[in-house]
């Protein structure tokens, strides 16, 4: 019976997780890059500082699953413009336009960026560089 209980308590446990707050964060660029292109998945990046009004915006639609960001389909990276190894990285790999965080980057599994865009941006804004990115996938294949 016990056994039966704790079984029961950490499936609950895992549908709640599951259900609670979008998908996996990943910090580390480098990281994020690499698990992309193992997976074959496309590499959302947002590239912002946690004192950045419209980087918690963005973050809280991707927790709240306002945007979704299908697991299945994306690599979801939250990383940090003030650390210098990040700055490097995102500088040699993306281009953005723009001079207002966040700056939000789709990559292709390989790394290649198929949309950016930057500053602060509404559901829908995110939904239309996701169909941006998704063309721009489909043309590159």
Do not use: H, W
């Amino acid at each position: 019976m016990k056994k039966s209980f704790s079984a029961l308590c950490v499936l609950i446990f895992m549908a709640a997780s599951a259900i609670a707050g979008g998908p996996e964060k990943i910090t580390d660029l480098s990281q994020a890059l690499a698990q992309a292109k193992e997976q074959g998945k496309l590499l959302f990046v947002q590239y912002g500082r946690d004192a950045c009004s419209n980087c918690q915006a963005l973050r809280s639609y991707v927790k709240e699953k306002d945007l979704r960001l299908s697991e299945s389909k994306y690599v979801y990276a939250d990383v940090d413009c003030d650390d210098p190894a990040t700055i490097r990285l995102f500088g040699e790999k993306f281009k953005v336009v723009g001079n207002t965080l966040p700056f939000v980057v789709i990559a292709a599994p390989d790394g290649t960026q198929l949309a950016a865009r930057s500053g602060y941006g509404s559901v829908r804004d995110y939904e239309d560089l996701l169909r941006d990115a998704g063309k721009a996938a489909k043309k590159k294949e």
